[in-house]
């Protein structure tokens, strides 16, 4: 039940999505991997709409170069540890949201455990072999992750729903090369909001989520093209000879 | 016969934007990219590696739709068919 609070603090989005669908975005609990560039916004965005528990996953500290874009790390926090700066601040903005903070590197072995409780995945994270490990972790679970990426003025979103749609492996079998990348802050704000739009939408059901879909955002000239994806079945995560397969028995 | 080729990201910058190629009838992705790569050396930096291989991890779509990888070497276009190609990025 939402409290007298609750009900006053989001009153200009229950007037859209009902008391019905605050109670669907408290009753969610979405599991952030990456308290970067593309998870700040994500988490401030879900944070203010009151998603009703929020796990932080990072193994990063606060670097100086971080703060062109990563909102929610600030001058003070310069060496701390990221998921703990970022915390304090949503804990700070909504106090109704239960924040609570990871301090790990996602791998192949944890990620599964760091996920099963989730009810949706944001990767926000900026590599692909730990992107690699939250998708195998999301199929193996059955909970959808929405994936965001950049680069420079360039970025790219999707919607996973395992069983459903193409996943990361299905997208992009091969891992795009290149770290520490040139980027401008505004990008990743505008693919980690666009991430916690699609989760908006997903927990509440409204409109529809980019599912098969890979929005390609071109900041240069600010357009958007949207691009048709499948399901390759011959994919190493999803595909007919995976595990994912077997054990859902998609395997015919 | 004249092919749209659409590219994004760093390949914009490179390839410019919407291109109309002009490419002999009966040619295909491969050849189209062989002919995006002699445009400049870094051009072709961006889609072949040294073995002279389309770069693995680029992203081909032709009319909106992604081009499977084993698929690209017996794609043939059509007068007016829609290439994209794109260099995903991985940052966060
Ligand atoms: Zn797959």
């Known amino acids: 039940m939402l409290s007298e609070k609750e009900t006053g603090r989001y009153s200009r989005q229950i007037s859209y999505i009902g008391e019905e669908g605050q109670e669907r975005l408290k009753s969610a ?6 308290t970067g560039g593309l998870g700040c916004p994500a988490a401030a965005y879900l944070c203010a709409a009151g998603v009703g528990r929020l796990t932080l996953i990072d193994s990063d500290q606060v670097e100086l170069a971080n703060l062109n874009r990563q909102i929610l790390h600030w001058e003070k926090d310069i060496g701390r540890n990221k998921v703990i700066s ?12 239960i924040i609570e903070d990871i301090f790990e590197t996602v791998t192949m072995k944890n990620a599964p455990a760091l996920t099963e409780q989730a009810s949706l995945i944001i990767d926000a994270l900026d590599n692909f072999s730990a992107r690699y490990a939250l998708n195998h972790a999301a199929l193996q679970n059955g909970i959808p992750c929405i994936h965001g ?9 999707t919607t996973v729903i395992p069983g459903r749609t193409a996943c990361l492996q299905c997208i992009f079998p ?3 090369g290149g770290s520490d990348v040139p980027v401008i802050g505004t990008t990743p704000g505008i693919i980690g909001l666009l991430q916690a739009h699609e989760a908006i939408k997903l927990i509440t059901g409204i409109g529809t989520v980019l599912e098969n879909r890979l929005l390609i955002w071109d900041g240069r ?14 994919c190493r995560a999803c595909g007919i ?6 054990r859902t028995g998609e395997r015919q | 016969m004249k092919v749209v080729v659409r590219a994004f990201a760093r ?36 889609l072949f590696d ?41 940052g966060g």
């Open chain 1, 29 to 34: 609990h979405v599991v952030l991997a990456g």
């Open chain 1, 86 to 97: 970022a915390r304090e601040k949503l804990e700070a903005m909504n106090p109704w949201v």
């Open chain 1, 149 to 157: 990426a950049v680069c420079g003025l360039d970025g790219h979103i």
């Open chain 1, 174 to 176: 091969h891992p795009p």
């Open chain 1, 221 to 234: 000239d600010s357009s958007i093209a949207t691009v048709h994806l499948e399901r390759d079945p011959e």
């Open chain 1, 241 to 246: 000879n995976s595990s994912y397969a077997t």
């Open chain 2, 11 to 46: 390949f914009r910058e490179v390839v410019g934007d919407v291109n109309t190629l002009d490419i002999p009838e009966g040619s295909g992705i491969q050849e189209l990219l062989t002919a995006l790569g002699a445009r400049s050396h870094e051009c072709r930096d961006l």
């Open chain 2, 50 to 90: 040294e073995e002279g291989r389309v770069r693995e991890h680029i992203i081909v779509m032709v009319n909106r739709r992604r081009l499977a990888r084993n698929a690209i070497a017996s794609t043939v276009l059509s007068e007016e068919d829609e290439v994209a190609i794109y260099p995903p990025v991985a």
